[in-house]
Structure formats: structure tokens, C-alpha cells
T-cell receptor
Framework: GENVEQHPSTLSVQEGDSAVIKCTYSDSASNYFPWYKQELGKGPQLIIDIRSNVGEKKDQRIAVTLNKTAKHFSLHITETQPEDSAVYFC??????????FGTGTRLKVLA | DAGVIQSPRHEVTEMGQEVTLRCKPISGHNSLFWYRQTMMRGLELLIYFNNNVPIDDSGMPEDRFSAKMPNASFSTLKIQPSEPRDSAVYFCASILTIGTDTQYFGPGTRLTVL
């Protein structure tokens, strides 16, 4: 069935270092891949997204890459800051409205 | 815009009681989603509305759960009777139009059933 695997479940990095979170999806019909940041006590907030016709997208310190053949997509955060600490979720959309979410990565940026 | 509004933010109730969660989507958005978040199962889609009509309720766990959207600016998720395993954070999200992609989440309701 539809599934999105996300790794790692927890990630600790030193401030200024880079962080990479990886996801793998199962449904080849997936055409849209958003990434969300969830801070404590808040709902997920979209931080970047990529569509299936694009291989890479960048927004300041955040970038996402997509490998459709391997069904992999990754989030890259450079020059991490303490305020980047949160839980990050990837998602894949195999149809027009259904989003399949990964299990989340708790990122800790150590000052 | 105030974003997606949910109430209450926290709800503690006893097993067997009825629980009603409320959501006001962003004005002008015509698609609304209810999700449940738990440590064990992550974020799960419960039900999806488009133009106030339920399109997909296959994620609703059982008959104890029901959802309504009487108008474009209000939706409810009801659990009757509630059980301890219903304890979770329930999120509402809205999208301007299906195909515009950006899904905006509310702050969630943390439900605890004792």
C-alpha cells in the first residue's frame, strides 16, 4: 500500500553544520512532495515543496532533492541554527488530495 | 488572515463522554482535512471535504467518529462515545483549491480520554 519511510527518527547537529533527512515513497504515482516543520504545540507548517517534474529546489538555507527513479527525496538544511530545532515531516501525494506522511525526524541543533 | 482556527486547544474527558472538536478553515479555502497524530501512527488522514461535501472518509476509525461541514467556514469532528485510545492530537487543515498544493494546518486539539 501507500507508504513513506523517513530517516533518521532523531538527528543532532552542531550549530552551523548541515542536516539531511531522507524519505522514500512507495507509490510511483506520487507527484508532489512537501516538507513540514512542526514546533512544539503547533501544527505542521510547510517549509518547502517539490513537484515530480523537478529534481531540485532551493530556498535560502533549505533545499530538497528528488530522485523519481529511486523514489527518494531529501531535505537539506545548511548552516543550521538553534531555531531550526523541531520535528520535520516529509509527505508524498499520490493523487489529488491524499497526503501520505513520513513518521517524522526530531532535529536538535546544539548551540 | 488568522489562519486555520481550532477549538478547544486542549480537551480532557472521561471514557464514554461525547467530544466535539471544531475547525474554522482559512476564508476562501474550499477543501478541508481532519488528521489525527499519535506517536505510534504518525499523521493519519481521517476525512476530506471538498466544497463542504465529504469526499473520502475511509480514514475514520469507526462509527464512533463522525464529521460534518455545514458551511464553508465551519467543520466539526465528533467522537461518541470516546475511548482512551482516541487520545491524540487532532489537526484540521485547509487548501485553497485542490491542485494548489499548499496545505495549511491549524494548531491542533490535544485530546486526552481518561
Amino acid at each position: 500500500g501507500e507508504n513513506v519511510e523517513q530517516h533518521p527518527s532523531t538527528l543532532s547537529v552542531q550549530e552551523g553544520d548541515s542536516a539531511v533527512i531522507k524519505c522514500t515513497y512507495s507509490d510511483s504515482a506520487s507527484n508532489y512532495f512537501p516538507w513540514y516543520k512542526q514546533e512544539l504545540g503547533k501544527g505542521p507548517q510547510l517549509i518547502i515543496d517539490i513537484r515530480s517534474n523537478v529534481g531540485e529546489k532551493k530556498d535560502q538555507r533549505i533545499a530538497v532533492t528528488l530522485n523519481k527513479t529511486a523514489k527518494h527525496f531529501s531535505l537539506h538544511i545548511t548552516e543550521t541554527q538553534p531555531e531550526d530545532s523541531a520535528v520535520y515531516f516529509c509527505a508524498a501525494r499520490p493523487g489529488t488530495y491524499k497526503y501520505i506522511f513520513g513518521t517524522g525526524t526530531r532535529l536538535k541543533v546544539l548551540a | 488572515d488568522a489562519g486555520v482556527i481550532q477549538s478547544p486547544r486542549h480537551e480532557v474527558t472521561e471514557m464514554g463522554q461525547e467530544v466535539t472538536l471544531r475547525c474554522k478553515p482559512i476564508s476562501g479555502h474550499n477543501s478541508l482535512f481532519w488528521y489525527r497524530q499519535t506517536m505510534m501512527r504518525g499523521l493519519e488522514l481521517l476525512i476530506y471535504f471538498n466544497n463542504n461535501v465529504p469526499i473520502d472518509d475511509s480514514g475514520m476509525p469507526e462509527d464512533r467518529f463522525s464529521a460534518k461541514m455545514p458551511n464553508a467556514s465551519f467543520s466539526t469532528l465528533k467522537i461518541q462515545p470516546s475511548e482512551p485510545r482516541d487520545s491524540a492530537v487532532y489537526f484540521c487543515a485547509s487548501i485553497l483549491t485542490i491542485g494548489t498544493d499548499t496545505q495549511y494546518f491549524g494548531p491542533g486539539t490535544r485530546l486526552t480520554v481518561l
